[in-house]
């Protein structure tokens, strides 16, 4: 079945970066897009940023400029390089799978002095 897995998350300061990673099974992962979602407390959640099967990228309006979604093809990997981060990037992020739907397990980012 499809699993995925994030790591990377935990507390920083503002201006800090911090690098998100999603490994993905149970899928072909080159011809997948990807996407990353938050969800901040007490709000729905969020797009953060997709990258397609030709490594063509979308992104939030909010995080244009700072986060960078990127892959590995041979580590059925995705990331999100987070830079110059602020506490209104402050929640759970989570990894997905629009085609089959899935979903990771979230992994918690606080950006706090």
């Known amino acids: 079945q499809v699993q995925l897995v994030e790591s990377g998350g935990g507390l920083v300061q503002p201006g800090g970066s911090l690098r998100l990673s999603c490994a993905a099974s149970?899928?072909?992962?080159?011809?997948?897009?990807m996407g990353w979602y938050r969800q901040a407390p007490g709000k729905e959640r969020e797009l953060v940023a997709t990258?397609?099967?030709?490594?063509?990228?979308k992104y939030a309006d909010s995080v244009k400029g700072r986060f960078t979604i990127s892959r590995d093809n041979t580590k059925n990997t995705v990331y999100l390089q987070m830079n110059s981060l602020k506490p209104d990037d402050t929640g759970v992020y989570y990894c997905?799978?629009?085609?089959?739907?899935?979903w990771g397990q979230g992994t918690q980012v606080t950006v706090s002095s």
């Open positions: 997905f799978l629009p085609n089959p739907v899935n």
């Open positions: 149970g899928i072909i992962f080159r011809v997948a897009t």
């Open positions: 990258i397609a099967s030709n490594e063509f990228t």
